[in-house]
């Protein structure tokens, strides 16, 4: 009897044992500062954003802030990104809320999230603009591909220096591409393509010399191709249906680090196939209804690494 006893009050100590180490690993886990627990609720208002649980840690992993990739929705993700210096107090970095059919604007509160880096609101149904409050970021990465986003592309988005990508295609953003964006001398992507943009191409596109992919297809721009002659880290150059003119700047023979180059329905005066022989990296090239003329020359047979001509 007391043999039993004696084990029964072990596994109860053994079980308590495991209980409480199990809850204080959990609090460990470092917690975000109030202030961006707040946020984060103005946040998911603005969006529209129902389902986050804020009874639940955000920055812990749990299900309700980190869905796990799910490859029968390969469109959806669901990521609070947080960083926790030594465990202690955490700060959100990325906001990564893909094909959810959220229904609200984009979130003016994005701004009170101090270390904010990342927000990809790609597939949604947001509508408005880019909020002017972004401006005072820190932000890196802004993709919100596939919504419902109109008005003109900010002038304040020249001043988010900070910026590596920008996506901002399948839109109804209208006006013109401001000449401030050639500010932007970390952005390594900048994709434009289907929205409602019209006027000429500022100049100022040749500043963005870290550019490595630009996309502008389907568009209403006029005007002439601008000179990207300094963009020379360019390895994917989209303009298709844009609503450009010909020529084919000469300048783009310098961009020899081009792999994907596709230019369709030039509008204006044709001229002869342009120089690309410095680009011997080629693997996909388009050239439709760009009125060219003349020979296409001998060195497209020496693009080893051509697949689609
Ligand atoms: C955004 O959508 C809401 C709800 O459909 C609508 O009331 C509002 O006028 C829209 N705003 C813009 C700028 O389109
Ligand atoms: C960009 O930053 C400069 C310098 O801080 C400021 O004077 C200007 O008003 C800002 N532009 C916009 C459009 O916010
Ligand atoms: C390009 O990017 C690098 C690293 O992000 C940065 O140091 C550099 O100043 C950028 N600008 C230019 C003009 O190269
Ligand atoms: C595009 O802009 C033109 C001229 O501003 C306007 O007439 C047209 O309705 C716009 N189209 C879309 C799809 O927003
Ligand atoms: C493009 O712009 C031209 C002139 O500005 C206009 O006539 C045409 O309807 C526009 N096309 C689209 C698809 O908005
Ligand atoms: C083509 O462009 C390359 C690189 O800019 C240049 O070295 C070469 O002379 C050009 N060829 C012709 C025929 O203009």
Known sequence: MSIMVETSSRVLFIIMLVLSTFLYLQSLAGHLHPSEVVALKEIAKQLGKVDWDFSLNPCDGNPSWNTTADKNR???????????????????????????????????????????????????????????????????????????????????????????????????????????????????????????LTGELPMQLNSLTNLTELRLDSNNFSGKIPNLGSCTRLNMLEMQGSGLEGPIPESISLLKNLFQLAISDLKGEGSLFPNLSSMTGMKKLMLRGCNLHGKIPNYISQMSQLQYL
Not at 123 to 135: D, M, Q, V
Not at 170 to 175: L, Q
């Open 74 to 196: 390969p469109e959806f993700k669901n990521v609070v990104v947080c960083n926790c210096p030594g465990d202690d107090v955490c700060h959100i970095v990325n906001i990564t809320l893909m094909g959810q059919d959220l229904p609200g604007v984009l979130p003016p509160s994005l701004a009170k999230l101090p270390s904010i880096e990342n927000i990809n609101l790609a597939r949604n149904y947001l509508n408005g603009s880019i909020p002017s409050e972004w401006a005072s970021t820190k932000l890196e990465f802004i993709s919100l591909s596939g919504n419902r986003l109109s008005g003109s592309i900010p002038i304040f988005l020249g001043n988010m220096t900070t910026l590596t990508y920008l996506g901002l295609e399948n839109n109804m953003f209208s006006g013109k591409v401001p000449a401030e964006l050639g500010k932007l001398i970390n952005l390594n992507h900048l994709v434009l393509t289907a929205n409602n």
